[in-house]
């Protein structure tokens, strides 16, 4: 099947908006604060008049991809649909912010290859112990526990990112430390769209 032709080309958007489009892949362990650091930065923008949208993968798992579960097959399709609706928030001249654990480096490269230069890979580094202490959600107890089967981190693996566009260390920095250096890279990353 051919994919449709969008009638209303990205950079024309840009133009009437102010501002380019593109995704900040927010990736690292759970716990290590993607989303509330995604969250924060969509206020921000949204604060400043930008159109911005943040998808979170949790909440995404009581919709888009709820019929998956967490084997290697799952993930892979997991990250593919996600990566579909960032790129079409992306063409409709949205900012988007992701929340993924997205663990797998093949993924996050299939998502950078579907968006191009639009697609800007973030870190979000924290110590598994690090993150392991602040178990926002229980997670990692009930994964130690056996409750939890392939669980990143635990019975899982992580795989970092080899030269992502941004690194923020929010195992060793101030959470008010880290949004900041992402709010530059955003405003620089997405200035003036003409």
Known sequence: MKKQLYNIAPKARWIRQGHKSGVLWLTGLSGAGKSALAVGLERFLFDKGMRVFALDGDNLRHGLTGDLGFSHKDRHENIR????????????????????????????????????????????????????????????????????????????????????????NTGEEEFESSLARLLDYALIAFADGS
């Open 81 to 168: 649909r996600l990566a579909e609706v960032a790129a079409a928030f992306v063409d409709s001249g949205f900012i988007v912010v992701t929340a993924f654990i997205s663990p797998f480096r093949v993924d996050r490269d299939n998502a950078r290859r579907k968006l191009g230069g639009q697609f800007h890979e973030i870190f979000v580094k924290a110590d598994l112990n690090v993150c392991e202490e602040r178990d926002p959600k229980g997670l990692y107890a009930r994964a130690r526990a056996g409750e939890i089967k392939n669980f990143t981190g635990i019975s899982s693996p992580y795989e970092e990112p080899y030269c992502p566009e941004l690194i923020l």
